[in-house]
């Protein structure tokens, strides 16, 4: 299974799938950098932010397995595309999930923010190395759903973090030390809904070119249903430094993906029921305009089999009017955060927006004009 001479040790593809009228991801094959990026938002968004995302990323991506700056690449990323949407690219609510790796030699460092995922094939066993940060995920880490059930879960695709909306947002960052041999395989949610781990294992166990186990993948997802666009990269971990010489980006595809707006995702959602629901919102926040200031509860906005799940936290002096108008319209539906620290950080960032904007009278009220 090893890599004939001359031939690319790497490949990527990304397919629309067999729903979805257009391709949302965006994946590179930069070596030493590889990334995929699932887009959310709807048509004309989800594919400008995974755009945008992926083009940043590629210009601040450290040429070395440096985890650290692989992270302040996926950061820059993430305030690009913020920045893309004030600015009136895209639309509200865009975003995107990412995750890249960099390769030098058998150390790989991985940058990681959503549902997509990075796998490592290693001495056989195909094993998952980063942690989708969703809704069904974090419900399965509490215990109060399984693996199996996530997969048909209504809301399987909400996720919990990605880049476009919280100018503070973190990725998940770390180094891995792989052996010649082993193979790196990063991929959309497109692949991973129709797949089985134990199948992805068995084609890239079967299929020693890379450029075929990628074709192979994307055509099994196709045949399983191809619900979502399918975004896969596979490197061979050769031990051989690469990058540099003509290697050229692989040319993105982009498309639709949710039906769901994900930022207001969870308002929609009324299904969800039970102490798994509750566990979840207890542990979330949200901000939302209430009498044109900003508020910050504990739990999630909307009401779930008709009962609210939320704990006021703080009241603030913050008016909706003296924020920007993208951030005011998303306040109407309460943006979701991780958690209550991350509310207030939030919190801080529209302080200083409106301030930015309105000096003096975002915290204190103006001084009434003199009648004539
Ligand atoms: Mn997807």
Redesign the pocket.
Known sequence: MSTRPGKPTWAGLSDVGRVRAHNE?TVLVDPPLFAVA?GLGGHEAGEVASGIAIDTLASAAPATADAKGLGRAVRAANRAVIRAAREGLGRAGMGTTMTAAVVEGTRIAVAHVGDSRAYLLHTGGLERITGDHSMVADMIRQGTLTEEQSRSHPNRSVITRALGTDPNMVADTFEVDAEPGDRLLLC???LTAMLTDDRIAEVLHSYGDPEMAVRILVDEANAAGGH??ISVVVVDITGERRGGAGAGRLARSRAW?AVLVWAFALVAVVTLAGWGTYRYASERAFLIAENDVVVLYRGLPGEFAGVSLRWLEEETTITVGALDPLTASRLTQGVIVEDVAAGRALLRQYRGIAEEREPGEALDPAPAPEAP
């Open positions: 991801d699932d959309s949610d497109g979502d666009n993906l």
